[in-house]
């Protein structure tokens, strides 16, 4: 069970508006510590307060550092495996966060092909994401990425099926894949869970909408879970994690699984 640190805006981000940068790093680390201590196993670092997102070649330097030296932060302070996604899919800033971080995981949301996403066409990037991986002699950092991904039509490949995209996926060297629903805290359906896990050998996990009532159901057909919205105060994304929406959820999952 792996939860999210929906990062503040960071500086250069439209919704940034002069926070220090240690406020930044402590809102961080709350929520960081309010997961760990109500039993999620792992972190991924995500700039998700950088609405509206920038295109991979727009980012500025300045996310991957702050995002470092959070991931730094978090890895010191928990010890636990953390990875990293860094909006909108860009796997290079992600590498370089997790080297000098020490993350042992990227999240890519678009691997390989492409669609057009809020942002605009979205290509996958594995052919330059695993030569900088090389580059940095980086090996060791996984590539978990999302099939069929969210906030996005898929139009432009919609004569090849869930099954065939998620091939492609595996044909490109990922490590683990991701199912998600139609948008932040939308639930990935049973179907599509269950198809994209008959297309693949690797890990399979759900991505979006995951939560004290589902997650029985999921953790039946998935490797694993990625939780966010659900554990925040009022279910929305970019409040607090709720300590209590934790435990609770931590309990529904306990109450048949050995996680």
Known sequence: MI???????????????GETVDAIYDACMRDAERLIAGGLHGLIVENHGDVPFSKPEDIGPETPAM?????????????VPLGINVLANAPL????????????????NQ????????????????????RYRSLLRAERVKVFTDSHVKHGAH?????????????DLAFF???????????????????????IGAATHLPLLVGSGVTEENISMILDRTNGVIVASSLK??????NPVDPERVKSFVAA???RHDV
């Open 3 to 17: 939860g999210m640190i929906h990062c503040p805006a960071f500086p250069g981000a439209p919704r940034y508006r």
């Open 67 to 79: 995002m470092a030296v959070v991931t730094d932060r978090l890895r010191t302070a928990f010890g």
């Open 93 to 108: 800033p992600a590498l370089a966060t997790a080297v000098a971080g020490g993350a042992q995981f990227i999240r890519v």
């Open 111 to 130: 691997w390989a092909n492409a669609y057009v996403a809020n942002e605009g066409f979205m290509e996958g990037r594995a052919a330059e994401a695993m």
């Open 155 to 167: 139009a432009i490949v919609a004569d090849r099926t869930i099954g065939e995209l998620t091939r």
């Open 173 to 195: 060297d990922a490590d683990a894949i991701i199912a998600t629903g139609q948008r932040t805290g939308n639930s990935a359906t049973v179907e599509e869970i269950d198809e």
């Open 233 to 238: 105060e009022g279910g929305v994304w970019w």
């Open 253 to 255: 999952a306990k109450e």
